[in-house]
């Protein structure tokens, strides 16, 4: 059984700074890409940003220059930097990994953790 829990979100004015963790536990041998999701109210759930095992990373335009993703293989654990909040970066974001157990790589989501960018 693989878990992960996302935490870090809340209630922030425009402008300002948030930063999401997510830790995956469980029985596994390696995560691969770990990734950063988002769903509005009202709208399909869309790529925020991920990152391979390498540290290769790559953004999703809207949040270009905004956002870091960030690894700790170590730890098991995705960060997502978020500056210069705006109201459009409202949503519930979840993360989700690719992970190996013996020869085969499985997909796995968290819970989600909302986030809100209001004044």
């Known amino acids: 059984q693989v878990q992960l829990v996302e935490s870090g979100g809340g209630l922030v004015q425009p402008g300002g700074s948030l930063r999401l963790s997510c830790a995956a536990s469980g029985s596994f041998a390696s995560i691969n890409t770990m990734a950063w999701y988002r769903q509005a109210p009202g709208k399909q759930r869309e790529l925020v940003a991920q990152?391979?095992?390498?540290?290769?990373?790559n953004y999703a335009d809207s949040v270009k220059g905004r956002s870091t993703i960030s690894r700790d293989n170590a730890k098991n654990t995705v960060y997502l930097q978020m500056n210069s909040l705006k109201p459009e970066d409202t949503a519930v974001y979840y993360c989700n990994a690719r992970v190996r157990i013996d020869r085969n790589a499985y997909l796995y989501w968290g819970q989600g953790t909302r986030v809100t960018v209001s004044s």
């Open positions: 990152i391979t095992s390498s540290g290769s990373e």
